[in-house]
Nanobody
Framework: QVQLVESGGGLVQAGGSLRLSCVTS????????MGWFRQYPGKEREFVAT????????YYADSVQGRFTTSRDNAKNTVYLQMNNLKPEDTAVYYC??????????????????WGQGTQVTVSS
């Protein structure tokens, strides 16, 4: 049973930083594309970033390009999302997810087959 557990969310002031972590277990993490999504209340999940199995390729949504960085440590079965220069509009529940393939474009939630439970990020103005 594949499990993904996010952590690192919280409350931060605009301009601040947070680092989210997603620890996986029960599967072949190192062979998986990993992605980050966020969800606003009453909205569908929105693509944030994705990273290839070895960390060599990444792709970001335009809204976070240059502010967010995703990375991974396969030895620790962990993927990270470093979020800098946070804005109030970044306030959302953030999810990590695993996919069987990588596409260097905005990926859809349906392309990911395992999901974490989500972690709340709140940015105050």
């Amino acid at each position: 049973q594949v499990q993904l557990v996010e952590s690192g969310g919280g409350l931060v002031q605009a301009g601040g930083s947070l680092r989210l972590s997603c620890v996986t277990s029960g599967g072949t993490f190192s062979s998986r594309t990993m992605g980050w999504f966020r969800q606003y209340p009453g909205k569908e999940r929105e693509f944030v970033a994705t990273i290839s199995w070895n960390g060599g390729l990444t792709y970001y949504a335009d809204s976070v390009q240059g502010r967010f960085t995703t990375s991974r440590d396969n030895a620790k079965n962990t993927v990270y999302l470093q979020m800098n220069n946070l804005k109030p509009e970044d306030t959302a529940v953030y999810y990590c997810a695993a996919a069987p393939y990588l596409a260097l474009r905005t990926m859809t939630p349906g392309e990911f087959d395992y999901w974490g439970q989500g972690t709340q990020v709140t940015v105050s103005s």
